[in-house]
């Protein structure tokens, strides 16, 4: 067996490598992680369905978001490693229980179809690229994420997770394949060309809560939690605050190169489907598969073989994050033992709750459920959770009896709660649409 969870190492940031790159890589952790997940094939479907449906027009959004996405993930990292305990270990300690239930709880139903939806994304991306039977596809993929999670050491396994980043670049490749005019991208990047009318809004509605989603703050913090857990020369920054300058810069750097690739991933996938499916008059995309089928006849196989390669990539990265958030929230909430760095033995709960979740995915792909339908209620599932958890905590953030002397600077303060506001605009908006 691959444990060496016993054996704690020195921590990233005391590590010294001549190497840069590896210097670089011991700096980024679960920001990087947290960012590259953001891109998994369910979000693929919705970038691909901005660039096909709307063109350039769209670029904007993924340059306006990247500043609020990454202001609110610093802010649930600076929650886990100023207190040493994830989202949902604080509000069990400082709120009301009635307040935490009902948000991992839904959190769980939402994470939970999220899973069977990117599940079954992947076993369509495996079939489209070796044939073969689907639901076998979905099962092997679940069997190795889960596995992986489960059995690999904590230290080897975030390893796994920092290269599997990698594969976004997929989309930076097609994008670099196909004809762009990048005078006319960039010019619709930098000047919002915004579209008053229901589609248009919807699609932007849609790509917000794609980039801002719970699960990610869970994640994060959580994360940040255990990487401190386990190294015995850190602790709470609120326990020993001269810790706090060297560990809120790497969070810093963490967060914003971890969210700046996903926002760059999410910008070139709308790039890539705008210059090809909109420019040719396919405007429906629905899913990643139909993104990547649709891409054959007017990219080329090549372009059709990466896109696809990056949807099987970027699920065997979100998938762990999902089953992961969806158990530490549940952990925490239930003051069970957690984390990925402890033994299947010390933390059975733990990970039942990662098996349990990838079960009910794969559960999903063999029901009688329309995946759109599925993606559409774990969006507004998400909306319903995310508003109030972002409010608690940014109210969480400014109480010193949290945060100690670590309250939010009042810049990241403002930023935090511009981000809460569009979320919550975003929100309302997909409810009006919807009853309407």
């Given at each position: ?187 619709n990047t930098i000047v919002p ?142 003051q069970w033992q957690a984390g ?97």
């Amino acid at each position: 067996m691959l444990f060496d969870r016993g054996h704690h190492r020195r921590r990233r940031r005391h590590v010294r490598h001549r190497n840069p790159w590896r210097r670089i890589l011991t700096v980024l952790g679960p920001g990087l992680i947290t960012g590259a997940s953001d891109d998994d094939p369910s979000g693929i479907a919705t970038y691909s369905q901005a660039g096909a449906q709307f063109g350039y027009s769209m670029c904007w959004v993924m340059l306006f978001t990247w500043p609020l996405m990454a202001a609110i993930q610093e802010i649930s990292a600076r929650i886990g490693r100023v207190t040493g305990k994830g989202i949902a270990a604080n509000l069990r300690e400082h709120y009301s229980i009635w307040l935490l239930r009902p948000i991992v709880t839904l959190l769980l139903v939402a994470n939970f179809i999220n899973l069977g939806a990117d599940l079954g994304a992947m076993g369509d991306g495996l079939r489209l690229l070796i044939g073969g039977p689907r639901g076998l596809y979905v099962v092997l993929l679940a069997a190795a994420c889960t596995t992986l999670e489960i059995f690999s050491s904590y230290e080897r396994y975030v390893k796994v997770l920092k290269w599997l980043t990698l594969s976004l670049f997929a989309y930076v490749a097609v994008a670099l394949i196909v004809q762009v005019p990048w005078g006319e991208v960039g010019y619709n990047t930098i000047v919002p060309h915004i579209l008053w009318q229901t589609d248009y809004i919807v699609v932007i509605v849609a790509v917000l809560g794609t980039t801002i989603s719970p699960y990610l703050f869970f994640w994060q913090a959580s994360e940040e939690a255990e990487d401190e857990r386990i190294d015995p020369t850190a602790h709470p920054l609120i326990e020993r605050p001269r810790e706090a300058a060297s560990e809120i810069r790497r969070i810093e750097i963490d967060t914003y190169v971890g969210m700046g690739l996903s926002n760059l991933v999410a910008f070139f996938i709308i790039v890539t489907t705008a210059a090809t499916l909109h420019a040719h008059g396919v405007t429906d995309v629905q899913t990643s598969e139909q993104a990547a089928e649709a891409l054959r006849p007017i990219a080329g196989e090549f372009a059709f073989l990466v896109f696809a390669l990056g949807i099987l990539g970027t699920g065997l990265l979100a998938v762990p994050v999902l089953a992961g958030s969806s158990a530490y929230a549940l952990a925490e909430a239930m003051q069970w033992q957690a984390g990925l760095s402890r033994a299947p033995q010390d933390a059975r709960r733990f990970y039942a709750t990662i098996v349990a979740g990838t079960v009910i995915g794969i559960g999903i792909n063999f029901v009688n459920i329309d995946p759109i339908k599925a993606l559409f209620w774990t969006a507004v599932i998400n909306g319903i959770v995310a508003v109030p958890l972002m409010i608690v905590m940014m109210i969480m953030t400014m109480q010193p009896k949290v945060m100690g002397r670590f309250t939010l600077p009042r810049p990241l303060w403002a930023v935090g709660w511009v981000s809460t506001a569009a979320m919550a605009f975003a929100v309302a908006i997909m409810f009006a649409t919807w009853g309407g």
